[in-house]
């Protein structure tokens, strides 16, 4: 499309779109905005999926922006594009990522995009959970991929939540044959899961406090499935023979912690996946970790490396990923998806289909 008869169409927007708004997780609204208008190298995607990230109910970490539209994990169609937009059409089928790098900082340069300040700063406008975002100009050049046929636009809410775990790996050294224990089986164990099953993992076990998410975690590959309330170090020395290698904590209880710290192998490394609250602390076990030569390893977000990797391996069937998910639900029932995924019980993957 050519500027002209996009400046053209660009006047005609003055129907509302509908969004869900975030207040807390018990306050989800759906409420009209206007259509964003788009400026040149920009787009404007109709979302046809948009899933729920555990993050989006970390209330602590979402309130203190609120209100809001969240939902960062979308898929949908390029509606329309705007001055000087090449390698994207009306009609392509795509998966937009929120947070993308400047790829010139310091950080960027030394490959730690996840702690760029353009990475932090960026997203679209206003959020997933909504009919239509504004993808700007950066977010379009690096942070949007095409999705194959195959692929459908509910698997592709999975690229950026599977990016973060491909990164995750990619940060603690993974290497075939490691023995792996996964702490929370929610969306994000689970993907660890089959993330470690795919790139050939030894021993998997994994944890969690409900029986719905242990059946998914066995079959997601791991095997192993025990109780969290239960002794999970002295568990996993009797079915495996030893402690494990890698231990990644997706769910950041202090007790989660302890049984974590206390099931990796003399060598290994933990991965701090979920967060703590911002003052959070916890006491770490200093002498234990300095004579075993454990690695502690953070990592956030999915760069756009890891991005299209994680869309490979969906494209590819590498990492199975659409049985994941337990409920889809219009905008109007976003406060239900809000409620769900907060209370993880039974359900896993809750994705919002605004156009339905
Ligand atoms: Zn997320
Ligand atoms: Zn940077």
């Known amino acids: 499309m050519g500027p002209l008869q996009d400046a053209g169409r660009r006047k005609g927007d003055s129907r509302p779109l509908k969004a869900a708004v975030y207040y807390n997780n018990n306050d989800v609204r759906v409420e009209e905005r206007p259509v964003p208008a788009i400026g040149p190298g920009e787009a404007l995607v109709r979302i046809e999926a948009s899933g729920i990230c555990g993050s989006d109910v970390m209330e602590w970490y979402r309130i203190k922006k609120a209100p809001l539209v969240l939902g960062h994990e979308i898929a949908g169609t390029i509606e329309k594009t705007g001055p000087g937009v090449k390698g994207f059409k009306p009609g392509d089928r795509v998966t937009v990522a929120h947070h993308v790098p400047c790829n010139t900082c310091r950080y960027c340069l030394a490959g730690n995009h996840s702690v760029c300040d353009t990475l932090r700063s960026t997203n679209f406008d206003p959020g997933g959970f909504c009919e239509f975002v504004r993808v700007p100009a950066i977010n379009l050049d690096r942070g949007t991929f095409i999705l194959p046929d195959n692929v459908s636009f509910e698997d592709g809410t999975f690229v950026e939540p599977l990016g973060c775990v491909v990164r995750a790996f ?55 499935a025990l109780d969290a309330r239960t002794d999970v170090p002295a568990k996993i020395r009797e079915a495996f023979g030893r402690p494990v290698d890698l231990v990644i904590i997706c769910a950041a209880s202090d007790s989660a912690i302890t049984q974590g710290l206390k099931s990796v192998d003399r060598g290994g490394t933990v991965i701090f996946f979920a967060p703590k609250e911002p003052g959070g602390t916890y006491p770490l076990p200093l002498f234990d ?28 069937g590498r990492v199975r990923v659409n049985d994941l998910i337990t409920h889809r639900l219009g905008l109007d029932e976003a406060q239900e998806g809000f409620r769900l995924v907060a209370g993880a019980g039974e359900s896993i993957k809750v994705v919002i289909v605004p156009q339905r």
């Open 170 to 224: 990619r940060v603690a050294r993974f290497s075939p044959g490691m023995s792996v224990l996964v702490i929370g089986s929610g969306m994000s164990g689970l993907l660890h899961i089959r993330l470690a099953r795919a790139l050939g993992a030894g021993k998997i076990a994994a944890t969690d406090i409900n029986n719905f998410r242990l059946d998914s975690a066995t079959r997601s590959g791991a095997d192993l």
């Open 289 to 316: 970790l300095w004579r075993d030569n454990i690695t502690i390893i953070n990592s956030y977000a999915s760069p756009p490396y890891e991005t299209l990797v994680a869309l490979e391996l969906i494209a590819s």
